[in-house]
């Protein structure tokens, strides 16, 4: 299946999933996950009409970004180490996992010294697993608190990741999970604007993501595959 039918049969299935459950697909943001393809194949993301591209190492998006930055809207979705931020600040208009105090201190730092405002997604580990990054859900209100305090970074929604399994339908609670967190923290208006947005769901589970309120699906494999070419 080329990019062409990948793009179409994921569309098919967003719009389906959407009319099931009274939504509408334009609430749905793809994002391309072009971590594991060549500077090529990420051009051909751009020329199929694609706008958001999501990578997750600055060594592995660098040449990307400086050959297409001006073409996208990019999305940080890995891991971020502090001592990075300085690679990506300025170049990411979306950062996916924020985790820590101590990345949102140096986050508001850089965003500060360039005069930029950062949208971050805060991660929460929903699931619980220790394999992954994130708060712990009971820690995000004093996390949110803190971030009152750094005008520099703008909390647009909270992002998760879902265990893998062979079953997506296990991963429903994960994602209704953040969606109910959401909504909790959003009562206690711990933030200057509600948080709106919800970052959940990849290729295995995306259907399920969107049925429980996502609007950021972050889809690598099952749109623009893994091959170098």
Not at 79 to 90: R, S
């Amino acid at each position: 299946m080329g990019l062409q039918e990948r793009i179409a049969h994921v569309q098919q299935r967003i719009q389906a999933v959407c009319e099931h459950n009274n939504r509408s697909a334009d609430e749905v943001r793809v994002v391309a996950v072009t971590k594991y393809v060549s500077l090529a194949k990420t051009a051909d993301v751009l020329d199929a009409g694609l706008m958001h591209l999501g990578e997750n190492r600055w060594q592995n998006a660098q040449a990307k970004w400086e050959a297409l930055h001006d073409r996208g809207v990019w999305h940080f979705i890995g891991h971020l180490q502090t001592n990075k931020v300085k690679d990506v600040i300025g170049k990411f208009q979306y950062i996916h996992s924020l985790d820590r105090l101590s990345l949102a201190k140096e986050l508001e730092k850089k965003a500060a010294e360039l005069g930029i405002h950062v949208n971050v997604f805060v991660q929460i580990n929903i699931s619980g697993e220790e394999s992954k990054y994130g708060l712990a859900a009971e820690e995000a209100p004093a996390f949110l608190e803190s971030l009152q305090q750094m005008p520099h970074l703008n909390v647009v929604g909270l992002m998760t990741m879902a265990p893998e399994v062979d079953d997506a339908e296990q991963t429903r609670p994960v994602f209704r999970g953040l969606r109910e967190l959401r909504d909790r923290l959003n009562e206690q208006k711990l933030t200057e604007q509600p948080i709106e947005h919800l970052s959940m769901g990849m290729s295995g589970d995306f259907e399920i993501a969107i049925e429980e309120g996502a609007t950021f699906v972050r889809l690598g494999s099952i749109l623009v595959g893994k091959e170098e070419d």
